[in-house]
């Protein structure tokens, strides 16, 4: 089955400067690709996906790159900010189910 | 608010229990996913249903099971519990069948499990 790996497991960055988490896919077949931002004792919420026909999808300081044929994804987030400290997961999917990374702790410091 | 609610909020029980975990999906979404989240742990996903069919089934263990019911909602049953089972379960529901697009999951405020 869909084997998703993340790097980072923690990232810390200083207000202002970038920040950037990584995911590799095991399954080629994949072809749906979020990334969910889950703060402090709430719920997972999407921040932004991609689909397997495109490359790169940006949504204001967000950024999501993918590399179908290495089989992996990148999100990007530029100045960074203290309420963008939280977990992100990236995610996989194919057919029916999602499957989701083991998440990054970012810390944002000001 | 994401329009999926779970209940309960918060459950203590005993080793050896059985305890059944409700999620209502946002109005018109068909698909309800169930995922456990464990301390420091992401989120495993244990299984989907669309319009009250199993669609996939991930790391669901023998001693849980599912059902999603006609007007949507679904259950995830847990028995025989033990000490491992603590988790936070999150239910989220979708527009999307999955099968060949899946789109946004909107979540749950999860349940609480706490097995004593």
């Known amino acids: 089955g869909e084997n998703v790996e993340q790097h980072p497991s923690t990232l810390s960055v200083q207000e202002g400067d970038s920040a950037v988490i990584k995911c590799t896919y095991s399954?080629?077949?994949?072809?749906?690709f979020p990334w969910y931002k889950q703060e402090l004792g709430k719920r997972p919420q999407l921040i932004i996906d991609?689909?397997?026909?495109?490359g790169e999808k940006k949504d204001q300081r967000i950024a999501v790159t993918l590399n179908k044929t290495a089989k992996h994804f990148s999100l990007h987030i530029t100045e960074t900010q203290p309420e963008d400290s939280a977990v992100y997961f990236c995610?996989?999917?194919?057919?029916?189910?999602?499957?989701f990374g083991a998440g990054t702790i970012l810390r944002v410091k000001s | 608010d994401s329009g999926v609610t779970q209940t309960p909020k918060h459950l203590i029980t005993a080793t050896g229990q059985r305890v059944t975990l409700r999620c209502s999906p946002r109005?018109?979404?068909?698909?309800v996913y169930w995922y456990q989240q464990s301390l420091d742990q992401g989120l495993q996903f244990l299984i989907h249903?669309?319009?009250?069919?199993?669609?996939a089934k991930g790391n669901i263990l023998e001693r849980f099971s599912a059902q999603q019911f006609p007007d949507l909602h679904s259950e995830l049953n847990l028995s025989s519990l033990e000490l491992g089972d603590s988790a936070l379960y999150f239910c989220?529901?979708?527009?999307?069948?999955?099968?060949?697009?899946?789109?946004?999951?909107?979540f749950g405020e999860g349940s609480r499990l706490t097995v004593l």
């Open positions: 989220a529901s979708s527009i999307l069948a999955g099968a060949t697009n899946t789109g946004e999951l909107f």
């Open positions: 399954d080629s077949a994949s072809n749906y």
């Open positions: 991609i689909r397997s026909n495109v």
């Open positions: 995610a996989a999917s194919r057919r029916n189910k999602l499957v």
């Open positions: 109005s018109g979404d068909l698909s």
């Open positions: 249903y669309y319009n009250g069919e199993e669609r």
